[in-house]
């Protein structure tokens, strides 16, 4: 069974850090794209950073330089640290992972019904 589990999220002042992971289920293919997505209520979801299998990461630009995803094919975990965040970054967060290339998953993936993705954790920026 395909599982995709997210933590770490919560309420954090403008200017905090916060680090989000996603434990990722055996199943998933390795080779596989793993990536972040945050959905504001209302909104259609959106990529934040995806990151290959050999490491090699993307971000939206609206993150880059603040965001760094990382992940750990021992542990089966994905991570994503976050700093400098802004009450704009206020969103519910996802893991995901999809077979794709990750720079077509990052700008498209967010409004695919395909691929896996997690339940979403909450992440709350306050001024």
């Known amino acids: 069974q395909v599982q995709l589990v997210e933590s770490g999220g919560g309420t954090v002042q403008a200017g905090g850090t916060l680090r989000l992971s996603c434990e990722v289920s055996?199943?998933?293919?390795?080779?596989?794209?793993l990536a972040w997505f945050r959905r504001v209520s209302g909104k259609e979801r959106e990529g934040v950073a995806a990151?290959?299998?050999?490491?090699?990461?993307e971000y939206a630009d609206s993150v880059q330089g603040r965001f760094t995803i990382s992940k750990d094919n021992a542990k089966n975990t994905l991570d994503l640290q976050m700093s400098s965040l802004q009450p704009e970054d206020t969103a519910m967060y996802y893991c995901?992972?999809?077979?794709?290339?990750?720079?077509?998953?990052?700008?498209?993936?967010?409004?695919?019904?395909?691929?896996?993705w997690g339940q979403g954790t909450q992440v709350t920026v306050s001024s």
């Open positions: 990151i290959d299998f050999d490491g090699k990461p």
């Open positions: 995901a992972a999809d077979p794709s290339k990750c720079s077509v998953f990052l700008q498209y993936g967010g409004s695919w019904t395909r691929g896996y």
């Open positions: 055996r199943s998933i293919n390795s080779a596989w794209c």
